[in-house]
């Protein structure tokens, strides 16, 4: 099948310019890049893809038995002495307060308040 498609001049030029580099006609950039898009209009879509990772088995390699009292652990942490629980929680309370009117704001957008 022949077919004949008139590009615009910068589309034409970065073709052959692409074409140039690869050592390869225009013609069989053009083709290569058609084949590209029309194989990815049937790939996954990003659920389908999540669901076949999910479906995958775990990998051993990646599994490490418990060891020890996950209480000492947190109890033999690390202390950051920059960290300031009270600054931390006054911004925790904004955090929740702006999620909190987000969700009116988003209700009432949808009607459901």
């Known amino acids: 099948m022949s077919l004949t498609i ?23 950039i053009a083709l290569e890049i058609l084949q ?26 990646n599994i490490r038995p418990a060891q020890g009292s996950f209480a000492d652990a947190l109890r033999n942490s690390p202390h950051d002495p920059k960290f300031d629980l009270d600054e931390w929680e006054q911004n925790w309370a904004l955090f929740e307060a702006e999620l909190k009117a987000t969700a009116i704001a988003n209700d009432i957008r949808e009607g459901r308040r």
């Open 6 to 28: 008139i590009l615009p001049d910068p589309l034409a030029e970065q073709l052959q310019r692409k074409a140039e580099t690869s050592h390869h006609s225009v013609e069989e």
């Open 36 to 61: 590209n898009a029309l194989e990815w209009e049937g790939a996954l879509t990003l659920e389908e893809v999540v669901d076949k990772i999910k479906r995958l088995p775990p990998n051993p390699a």
